[in-house]
């Protein structure tokens, strides 16, 4: 598969000669079967797929707009739906929306919420109200994507690294996490949080900050923030992300994740 993707993604005069390999691929992305990022455990790092997201923009290129009906609603786009949430073990309140191609592990409740192509949803997560998963998103087991949680999405460039929310996260309402920033395993983000991949991340639990850039660590409580900075018309604040605790045992639980935030005081 992998090989096939490459050479089309050479040469696009082949696009329609490899139309069912392409749709293929995205059966199995769909599936869950491969995915456009893996952890690789003896490694202690994520691998992006690059093949997997040009077969997405492949496969973009080869389907047509089409009008389709769900009820009395009407859409009109290149992507169909998911189907058969029944057999897959997925709570899907109306109106939330995913896309053919996203993976979404049993368990996993969706909230009126949107899920776009080549994202993963692992077992147990809830997507709340409101929350975006964008396009090749991971998002891990156990992680609560709170209400208006906006998970930003990459396909072009394909060697840019997808947004990856580790398991048993807590992504607190309207946080915005964009440009392949990684939310390790545990991380607790209190409400309002904005990572991108210029955000500085400071954690400042000690005596002297300690700086991050593009990922939270493991456990780690995060609040918005703002610092200092010159402009040619003066000084302004602008927005950082502050690691002010880590996360506890007692908070282990999905069910006692709001007091990792209320044992700081931080909103949720």
């Known amino acids: 598969m992998e090989n096939v993707i490459e050479k089309v993604w050479n040469d696009l005069s082949l696009l329609d000669n490899f139309a069912t390999e392409i749709r293929e691929v995205i059966s199995l992305l769909d599936k ?51 189907r058969n949430y029944k057999s897959l073990g997925i709570r899907v309140v109306p109106h939330a929306v995913a896309r053919f191609g996203s993976f979404i592990a049993s368990g996993v409740i ?24 964008g396009s090749c998103a991971q998002i891990g087991r156990r992680v609560h994507l709170s209400g208006g949680v906006g998970i930003g999405g990459v396909l072009e460039p394909v060697q840019a690294a997808p947004v990856i929310i580790e398991d048993d996260c807590f992504i607190g309402s309207r946080c915005i996490v964009v440009e392949g920033v990684r939310v390790c395993k545990q991380a607790v983000l209190g409400a309002n949080v904005v990572l991108t991949a210029s955000t500085k991340i400071i954690d400042v639990t000690g005596e002297e900050p300690v700086y991050y850039k593009n ?19 003066g000084t302004y604040f602008v927005p950082c992300a502050l690691i002010i605790g880590q996360r506890k045992a007692s908070t282990d639980l999905k069910t006692s994740l709001n007091n990792a935030l209320r044992e700081y005081n931080v909103s949720i």
């Open 32 to 82: 869950g079967e491969i995915r456009v990022a893996e952890f690789l455990p003896a490694e202690n790092q994520w691998k992006i797929n690059e093949w997997v997201k040009k077969a997405i923009i492949l496969y973009f290129r080869l389907q047509k707009m089409e009008t389709f009906e769900s009820g009395i609603l009407e859409f009109h786009d290149k992507i169909p739906l998911k």
């Open 110 to 133: 969706l909230m009126p919420s949107y899920v776009n192509i080549g994202s993963y949803v692992d077992e147990g997560t809830m997507v709340d109200t409101w929350a975006t998963v």
């Open 215 to 233: 990922y939270i660590p493991e456990r780690s409580v995060v609040i918005s923030g703002a610092i200092p900075k010159e402009f040619a018309a």
